[in-house]
């Protein structure tokens, strides 16, 4: 096994590719019976440092279909120069470039440790990466000051010439001009009014280009879009002048009346946002940034209206079908996003209210596009400020770990086809041979566009093996796969990755210990839970439960050793052993349960499910916990409600927070201020610990989660409470009274009681 | 008879001709008619043998006329009038008469009297002789003087037809002029026949009222004489005026003697005729029949006669009209009737005037009047100038007091102080008549409109004190219950103070407690002279919160600048001028009372196709921009900072109007939007939630997509086609709509132009125009010329008092009604005029109408109330009171109208009327109700006289020149070089006018600069607007209120030339100039402090145009000698006179 592992660390360290099942099955027939989808997490940017990118194009199968890339797995003839394209076996013809080819000479993608390959391509003018501010005016003052100071602190993070752009909105939107000496200047825009591409454009003066086209010099016009100059200006230009004008930003001067909220024309001042940039600069990498302090309440695109005593959609509004703004404005947001994505834009939403701000209906903005999404209580929190700061971090290479209009096109061999992916992307309709039927999230397409990507962006592609039972592979076959993805990278380069993976095939009937043991539990439970959260965005949360149980039901069945109707008998193998807890908390997770979520939240959370890597979703579904203490090093504990002691401190990690939990004890001690004494340093010690740990955390992780630090019977413990397996609470009264841990209020089933009818149903032969 | 005019139009008129053909011709034509009275006098010479007397004048008349002028036989007349006045002035002696006209009268007075002599001679009287003598001579004459007014007659028939030519004017003129004579012949006839005609008595008095009212024309008499004199006699006098001045003329002069041979020929028939046609215009062919056989002993007419008979009736137009009557007219009775008819004349007068007319007595010596005549000034038809300097005289030394109930005030002309005694200045309100008939039967009999002219907020001389503020308490204005009146001095208290009854309506309301006052021993309240609105005509009150919008009081208001940056725009340089100007002007923005500071606000937009607001707040180290793209939809994208206090804001103000022009330097967009702007300011107006006033600073047709998108639809071939009126309509409803909007919201727009083109004003010019605002327009702008004016009037318009969401209502006695009204406003029901802006200088004018008796006793009153907002926000109500006085006979009502006011009605009237009908259409309607008012005063108050005869009320003599100004204005009468668009705002322009400023708009005033007194401080004589009344030698000046045109003659001497122009020679004088270069010589300061005292006294500030003579642009002032024959086919005064006079008697007959 440990070689399995090793082989999947390894296999994901170099392709960032983590399959489900890294033995496939042979026919379609068994590998429906595998319950668990040949599906893989693919990090089409993983960072590699070791990765030198070559500076010359791809060669490609000359077969129009397969157009895949030369790569390690093909066959050489070395002496014809040719090579066996290994997906359509098509003989291809090396180009001239490649007349000094030889066995001992082979090109670096032929090198077997190249599975991973990074090209530089010159294609089309390069044009500067594009920032795009959208900001809320209608904000509390200090917000506005905070939001104010962090804009202008990320003037200084830009590449110098990268573009920048600066709308605001309230009640009206204001575009900014930002060329101009003097005066500052904006053009504004009523924000109950959705305009057309072309009305924003002829509004701002736009539609000018038509001009030199007409005199006869169309080609100038695409390398110097001068258009757009006055509102996206390279940065070190206008520096002075917009930091100037974000410092005299005023908060919307529209008087709101007691009762009413503030109109916010989120929805227009996207829209036009998304115009400009769609008509200066289509196909060039841009983010634009909306930065929101609340729910859009005018126009289209609005979520509530300005009455405050309407309080905005809750869960049980979507159920009832009482949101009355929510299907116009989601279509709105969805047209936006679909426009956007078609130019290769991205979306980000960074919202900041304590209440909701219709993230709900604008998630699909910043998944469509691959945009970022944050939720915060106010702008005026370190954990905007250091998010948004980490928006412009830079690699170990000091390059932004930001990339734009990726493209990735799948290619499999034969006995595959491609189902669909899931993550931030939007399908690019790519019809072929390898597409199949059979969608899986988003399907029906072998290409999808990736607006913005940074290099943990994660997508789920899902396969279906389309062998037939009764066309057995050759022994040793392989089955291949090619993830070629075409990015504009943060230096503006175009560049091409091209991963191309291999496994084996396997017959389920007879090696089915192989494909047993070449599982992968966690990608697995990833893979399942992203289809999991996918279903429940468009159905109701019980049904997506239910599928999730019968999965896992049929998987125990299939992979599971026991006696029928012995629920005691039942075994797994350690390849399985955790993935049944994984389903377990992912039950329990936000992703599926809206109980406790407000919809935004909701949105938030599925968001970064389906775009964070296989590690990172790990800890989404089964939050991680640390105990430190006397009693030794720290130590991760189980998540179970028993870890919970006076003498420990906890630190969980949630992905979206980080909680510090004193024990009893030690919450007494620090009161009594033991920490401050000298002869207790190693108290204070024990307390710091935690926090370095948190802190190290909080440095790498994006979007910032939130710092919670909490004590035994402090409210904000329930962050805690919520997250433990309750394998003690107030039903299971042995347990009161013990000093194994806190009971937990709570009538949810224990990962006890969950895996007794687990096993209870996999054995059942009535099932 | 053509032998005859040719004659006499020939040679002597030949040089005189160019000018009176021009003028005189058309006019007389159309007086033919007149003329044929007048024969109707000879007739009656003729036919009363006693009488002939009377009659001599009549010869005397036509004599002169024919000998003085081309237009001989108005020459007669004036000859004749001459003679009368003479007679009165001085002895009646010939030579006497002679002598004292003018220097330039001389020629004609003397040529007359040569032609007199000769006319006494051939016709015997003529008269001339015998007008001067009259009585004695007359009888004599009689004979002769019949004959000739034949040979005039035909003459002027002949010449009728073919108006164009000047001897037919000048028939006409001679025409018109023997009617004249006739007129005053009559008096004399009168005296003769007086023991005939009961009234002769009177008549001769009148007679000689007339005369001297003509020679007061020339002289102060003239008020009385205007009466009888009527048109008739005028004209003649002018006529004979130029000719004499005409250097030509003087030879002309010999001629004229045929002419006068003439004259006496057309009296001849006339004689024969005369008496009857006395009565009606026409008798004239019956004259001329008559007058053939005189015709002939008279002149070659003889021949003519026959003909002239039959050209008579056919020829002119008054043929027509003279072939009825002169039948019934030949009869004797005819004879007394003419007599009557002339006496009538001076009745008529005499009664109306008898009193107020000194005149009178020297009626009574009338015959004699010959003599009245101080000079012998040919100026016979009623003279403007005259009339204006007579009330100047009269009246103007004078305050005039307004305790006195139906007082016709002084002429706007004249310079007087008022004293409020309960009644509202003249300068608030003038009414066409001040003595309102009881009954609506007589108020249509006579189509006298009756009509106010409301000027709610009139600036006062600073002598007068403003309207006292009245607060009556959180009550409000104590009001009638009933009509809702204010209280205002007519109430009447009873019930010892307990009650009063409204003086409107007759309903008796309770006086609150609070005003409860003890009344004195006369019924008066004791604190009448504490409370204004107990004892003025004019105060206000202060308005309650329910007299506000949405019952709440009202913020300041604001101004807002929205300035047109496009390419024409600043390449002009305007964009530029106007912001360098707003930097200062700011600081005079108006204020209330001894407030501090202004309490307006200010905001800035710039526009071309898109619009710039611009965030001026006063914390911002710059200010900013923000661009309104979507036009369709307007909206405003600021509140907080985009309306400031000028002075908390003044730094970003500045640098703002600094770069503006900056900014715009390099714009190539040439494409403009209008609706939009208006749109913008509106909303931004509703958003700040207070009413203002909008500067829109405009320079092209708006073909932007946007709403309110015009098309360029300008068709001169319209012109003078039903579909005229659409050129003076608005192209879409869109821009009413937003003038609702604007009006509802108090969102006054003012407007000014600077065109290149066409930019359709009638559109445009929709919203100012309901808005109360006020529409400025520089055609061609250029920096250099017309910067001063612009600036000015910007100034002016951003100083001036203004009033913001008005509403003004109009109550009147219980039996009138206001019915219509005029003006720039807005009106949602029929009672009620709203504005969103009301400045200073802006006049309503209000139709009454009866749907009810009156009382002779209670008169009738009227209260203007308007509600309004003040700069400083106030809510207010300014209340105007005046009472009328009503009559049962139409005499009082002829006795108490106001020309000057009554044209600024028909002018508004026929402005309106030609967006529903075409020009002409609307030109007859007014002729015709001119002629009804006439026609009417001529029938029911003038005692019976010939009907060659015109007889005009005194108080209307003007009546006709004035409304021919109109007639020939731009707006009902265009030229080819007028555009539409300088249509359409002259119609704006008028629609809002006050008394004044239509006076000197219809007829300019024409100043010999040359004479001016460079010591004092007063202004030189006026002159008439008539070209044969410049000197080459002179320069002159005319003003309209919106030009001034300095006209330098060619022989104007060199140092005049050097010390107004600073050039050494009349060629070197530019035309370019817009001022008059300052120079350290007195009649160099002189000139200009003239020109600024006019440009003082207009509200706005008029273009300087320098013409000289025989220059291009002399065309174009020519356009403005408004008694002269006008380009566009305008009738010069004497023809219309003569039309006027066609069309009473039509009506008569």
């Known amino acids: 096994m440990a070689t399995y592992l090793e082989f999947i660390q390894q296999n994901e360290e170099r392709d960032g590719v983590r399959f489900s099942w890294n033995v496939w099955p042979s026919s379609r027939l068994e590998a429906t019976r595998m319950v668990v989808p040949l599906a893989c997490l693919l990090t089409p940017l993983k960072e590699r440092l070791d990765l030198p990118p070559v500076q010359y194009e791809p060669v490609l199968c000359s077969r129009p279909t397969c157009k895949a890339v030369l790569n390690p797995l093909c066959q050489v003839d070395y002496r014809a120069k040719l090579w066996a394209c290994n997906f359509c076996f098509q003989r291809n013809q090396f180009p001239p470039a490649y007349a000094g080819i030889s066995e001992v000479n082979q090109p670096a993608e032929l090198m077997p440790q190249f599975s991973t390959i990074e090209y530089i391509v010159q294609r089309g003018p390069q044009t500067p990466l594009i920032f795009l501010y959208v900001v809320d005016t209608c904000l509390e003052e200090e917000d506005l000051q905070a939001l104010k100071e962090s804009l202008q602190m990320s003037l200084s993070l830009l590449p110098p010439d990268a573009l920048v752009g600066l709308i605001t909105f309230g009640r009206m939107v204001q575009v900014h001009e930002l060329s101009c000496e003097g005066i500052s200047k904006s053009y504004v825009f009523r924000g109950t009014k959705d305009l057309t591409a072309k009305q924003i454009q002829d509004m701002l003066g736009l539609s000018r280009p038509a001009v030199p086209m007409q005199q006869g010099r169309p080609l100038q016009t695409p390398e110097q879009p001068v258009i757009s100059s006055r509102f996206l200006q390279p940065v070190h230009k206008i520096d002075m002048n917009l930091t100037d004008l974000l410092g005299e930003l005023q908060r919307d001067p529209w008087p709101v009346t007691q009762g009413k909220r503030p109109l916010r024309s989120t929805g227009v001042a996207l829209s036009i946002a998304v115009g400009l940039l769609e008509g200066t600069f289509p196909n060039t990498g841009a983010r634009i940034m909306l930065f929101t302090g609340g729910p859009p309440t005018q126009g289209p695109g609005m979520v509530v209206g300005d009455e405050l005593k309407t309080p905005i959609r809750s869960w049980h509004d979507i159920e009832k079908d009482n949101a009355r703004f929510m299907k116009k404005a989601t279509k709105h947001y969805e047209t936006l996003a679909n426009r956007s994505a078609a130019n290769g834009h991205c979306i980000d939403i960074y919202a900041c209210a304590l209440d909701q701000t219709g993230l709900l209906e604008m998630k699909c903005c910043a998944n469509l596009t691959g945009g970022h999404m944050v939720m915060g209580d106010s702008f005026n929190t370190s954990l905007f400020k250091q998010t948004f700061q980490r928006v412009f971090s830079k690699g170990y290479n000091g390059e932004f770990r930001m990339a734009f209009g990726a493209n990735l096109d799948v290619k499999t061999s034969r006995e595959l086809k491609i189902a669909g992916a899931i993550g931030p992307c939007m399908s690019l309709n790519a019809k072929g041979p390898c597409v199949s039927e059979n969608e899986l999230g988003i399907g029906g397409t072998s290409q999808w566009k990736i607006c913005s990507l940074d290099p943990s962006t994660t997508l789920a592609i899902y396969f279906e093996v389309v062998n037939q039972h009764n066309a057995p592979i050759p022994q040793g076959g392989r089955g291949a796969v090619q993830f070629v993805t075409h990015y504009q990278h943060s230096s503006t380069q175009k560049r091409i990755r091209v991963t191309t993976i291999a496994r084996n095939w396997a017959d389920a009937q007879t090696q089915l210990q192989h494909i047993e043991a070449a599982f992968d539990q966690e990608a697995a439970a990833v893979l399942m839970a992203r289809l999991g959260v996918y279903r429940a965005e468009s159905e109701e949360g019980p049904d997506v439960l239910r599928w999730l149980d019968r999965q896992l039901i049929r998987l125990c069945q299939k992979f599971g050793q026991y006696n029928k109707d012995d629920p005691n008998s039942f075994r797994l193998s350690e390849s399985f052993s955790l993935y049944p807890q994984f389903i377990f908390h992912l039950r329990r997770s936000p992703f599926l349960q809206v109980f406790n979520n407000s919809p935004d939240e909701s949105s938030y959370y599925r968001h970064h499910f389906a775009r964070q890597d296989l590690t990172q979703s790990l800890i989404m579904i089964q939050p991680i916990l640390y105990a430190y203490s006397f009693h030794g090093p720290p130590e991760p504990v189980l998540l179970d409600s028993s870890s919970i002691l006076p003498d420990r401190i906890l630190l969980m990690d949630t992905f979206f927070q980080i909680v510090i939990y004193l024990g009893e004890t030690i919450a007494q001690w620090q009161k009594a201020g033991y920490q401050d004494m000298p002869e207790y340093e190693n108290f204070k010690h024990l307390l710091q610990a935690p926090l370095d740990d948190a802190q190290e955390i909080l440095q790498t992780r994006f979007p910032m989660p939130r710092y919670i630090h909490t004590e035994h019977g402090g409210s904000q413990a329930r962050f805690l409470l919520s997250k433990v397996n309750p394998s003690q609470t107030h039903n299971n009264l042995y347990a009161w009274g013990q000093e194994s841990g806190a009971p937990i209020l709570t009538d949810d089933v224990s990962l006890q009681v969950f895996m007794d009818h687990l096993k209870k149903l996999a054995v059942s032969s009535a099932s | ?1149």
């Open chain 2, 1 to 1149: 008879m053509s032998v005859n005019q040719q004659t006499h139009t020939g040679p002597p008129y030949g040089q005189p001709q160019p000018g009176y053909q021009g003028f005189q011709q058309p006019a007389y034509g159309g007086q033919s008619l007149p003329g044929a009275p007048q024969s109707q006098y000879g007739a009656y010479n003729g036919p009363v043998p006693g009488y002939q007397q009377p009659v001599p004048p009549q010869g005397y008349y036509p004599s002169l006329g024919f000998p003085s002028k081309g237009s001989p036989v108005s020459l007669n007349s004036d000859t004749s009038l001459a003679p009368n006045f003479i007679g009165s002035l001085r002895a009646p002696p010939t030579s006497g008469a002679p002598p004292p006209a003018s220097g330039a009268s001389h020629p004609s007075g003397h040529v007359a009297y040569s032609q007199f002599e000769h006319g006494d001679v051939q016709n015997g009287i003529p008269a001339s002789a015998a007008p001067v003598q009259r009585p004695p001579a007359s009888q004599p004459f009689l004979p002769g003087s019949a004959p000739t007014p034949v040979s005039q007659i035909s003459t002027f028939q002949q010449y009728g037809p073919p108006p164009g030519s000047v001897q037919q004017l000048r028939n006409h003129m001679a025409g018109m002029t023997i009617g004249s004579t006739a007129a005053s012949a009559p008096p004399p006839a009168g005296l003769g026949y007086a023991s005939v005609p009961p009234v002769s008595g009177s008549v001769s008095a009148t007679g000689s009222g007339l005369y001297t009212p003509y020679s007061a024309s020339q002289g102060p008499p003239l008020p009385s004489v205007s009466q009888a004199l009527p048109v008739a006699q005028p004209p003649f006098p002018g006529q004979t005026i130029p000719t004499q001045r005409l250097p030509a003329q003087v030879p002309g002069f010999t001629p004229p003697p045929p002419s006068t041979g003439v004259g006496p020929s057309s009296y001849p028939p006339t004689t024969g005729a005369p008496r009857p046609p006395a009565m009606p215009g026409p008798p004239l062919p019956g004259q001329t029949v008559a007058g053939p056989p005189s015709s002939q002993p008279n002149h070659v007419s003889s021949p003519p006669p026959p003909s002239a008979m039959a050209g008579l009736h056919p020829g002119p137009p008054m043929s027509g009209l003279h072939g009825p009557p002169p039948p019934t007219h030949p009869p004797q009775p005819g004879y007394q009737m003419q007599q009557n008819g002339s006496f009538g004349q001076m009745r008529g007068p005499q009664p109306n005037y008898g009193g107020a007319y000194p005149g009178a007595p020297n009626y009574g010596s009338p015959p004699g009047p010959p003599p009245p005549p101080k000079r012998l000034d040919p100026d016979s038809i009623p003279s403007p100038i005259q009339v204006i300097e007579d009330d100047r005289n009269n009246r103007g030394s004078e305050p005039f007091v307004t305790g006195v109930r139906g007082q016709v005030p002084p002429l706007v002309t004249t310079n007087f102080l008022v004293k409020d005694q309960g009644n509202a200045s003249p300068r608030y309100i003038r009414c066409t008549s001040y003595n309102i008939p009881c009954t609506s039967d007589m108020a249509k009999q006579s189509q006298v409109p009756l009509a106010a002219v409301i000027k709610p907020l009139a600036t006062l001389p600073p002598e007068e004190t403003l309207p006292y503020l009245v607060d009556h308490g959180e009550s409000g204005p104590v009001r009638c219950n009933r009509c809702k009146a204010y209280m205002c001095p007519f109430m009447q208290f009873i019930e010892g103070g307990r009650r009063f009854q409204c003086c409107f309506c007759s309903c008796v309301t309770e006086v609150p407690p609070h005003y409860f006052q003890h009344l004195d021993h006369t019924g008066k309240r004791v604190d009448f002279y504490d409370r204004p609105e107990l004892s003025l005509g004019s105060y206000e009150f202060l308005a309650t919160v329910d007299y506000c919008k949405n019952n709440k009081f009202p913020s300041p208001p604001a101004f807002i600048f929205m300035i047109d940056v496009s390419y024409n725009a600043v390449k002009s340089g305007l964009v530029r001028l106007i912001c360098e100007e707003l930097k200062s002007l700011l600081d005079y923005l108006p204020r209330e009372g001894n407030m501090e500071e202004s309490a307006i606000r200010v905001g800035f937009v710039t526009y071309n196709k898109v619009l710039h607001f611009y965030n001026v707040k006063s914390s911002l180290a710059q200010p900013q921009m923000m661009v309104v793209s979507d036009v369709a939809d307007m909206f405003v994208p600021l509140l907080d900072g985009f309306l400031v206090n000028v002075n908390e804001s003044r730094t970003v103000i500045a640098s703002l109007l600094d770069q503006i022009p900056e900014m715009f330097a390099d714009t190539r967009e040439t494409e403009t939007v209008f609706a939009p702007v208006i749109q913008a300011g509106l909303e931004a107006l509703k958003a700040a939630e207070c009413a203002g006033k909008l500067f829109i600073f405009h320079t092209s047709l708006p073909i932007a997509e946007a709403p309110g998108k015009l098309k360029n639809r300008d068709d001169r071939k319209l012109i003078n086609t039903d579909k005229e009126k659409t050129l003076f309509q608005p192209q879409t409803s869109f821009y009413n709509n937003l003038a609702k909007d604007c009006v509802a919201q108090g969102c006054c727009v003012d407007l000014f132009l600077f065109p290149n083109q066409y930019l359709d004003v009638a559109t445009l010019g929709v919203v100012p125009y309901q808005t109360g605002g006020s529409i400025y327009k520089y055609a061609y702008f250029q920096l250099e010329t017309d910067q001063y004016r612009f600036l000015n009037d910007l100034r002016r318009d951003v100083q001036k008092e203004v009033g913001f969401d008005a509403v003004m209502r109009v109550r009147t006695s219980t039996g009138i009604r206001a019915t219509d009204f005029f003006g720039a406003f807005y009106m949602s029901n029929t009672t009620d005029v709203e504005m969103a802006g009301l400045d200073c200088d802006k006049t309503i004018t209000v139709e009454f109408k009866h749907d009810d008796k009156l009382s002779e006793d209670s008169g009738a009153l009227l209260q203007c109330a308007l509600l309004y907002t003040s700069c400083a926000g106030q809510r207010r109500l300014r209340i105007h009171n005046l009472s009328l006085n009503c009559c049962t006979q139409l005499a009082d009502l002829y006795r108490n109208c106001e020309t000057d006011t009554l044209i600024n009605y028909l002018a508004k009237y026929a402005y309106r009327g030609v967006l529903s009908s075409p020009v002409k259409t609307v030109r007859d309607a007014l002729i015709n109700q001119c002629a009804q008012i006439l026609a009417c005063y001529r029938k029911n108050c003038a005692s019976p006289s010939s009907a060659g005869q015109l007889i005009l009320p005194e108080c209307m003599k003007l009546l006709p020149v004035y409304l021919n100004c109109v007639l020939k204005s731009d707006v009902l009468q265009p030229g080819p070089e007028v555009t539409t668009d300088d249509r359409a705002y002259i119609r704006h322009l008028v629609t809002s006018m006050d008394v004044a400023e239509t006076n000197v708009f219809f007829y300019p005033r024409l100043l010999p600069l040359t004479k001016a007194d460079v010591d004092s401080d007063s202004l030189p004589a006026a002159i008439r607007n008539s070209e044969e009344r410049l000197s080459k030698g002179d320069i002159y000046l005319l003003e309209n209120g919106l030009n001034i045109f300095v006209w330098v003659g060619v022989n104007v001497q060199q140092s005049l030339i050097q010390n107004l122009f600073g050039v050494s020679s009349f060629s070197q004088i530019s035309n370019a100039l817009s001022t008059l270069p300052v120079l350290e010589n007195p009649f160099s300061k002189k000139v200009r402090s003239i020109v600024d005292m006019l440009q003082g006294q207009r509200s706005r500030y008029m273009k300087l145009i320098i013409v000289k003579q025989e220059d291009k642009l002399e065309m174009l002032f020519k356009h403005f000698l408004v008694e002269d024959k006008s380009l566009s086919g305008g009738a010069s005064y004497v023809d219309f006179l003569c039309h006027m006079h066609k069309e009473i008697r039509q009506l008569l007959s």
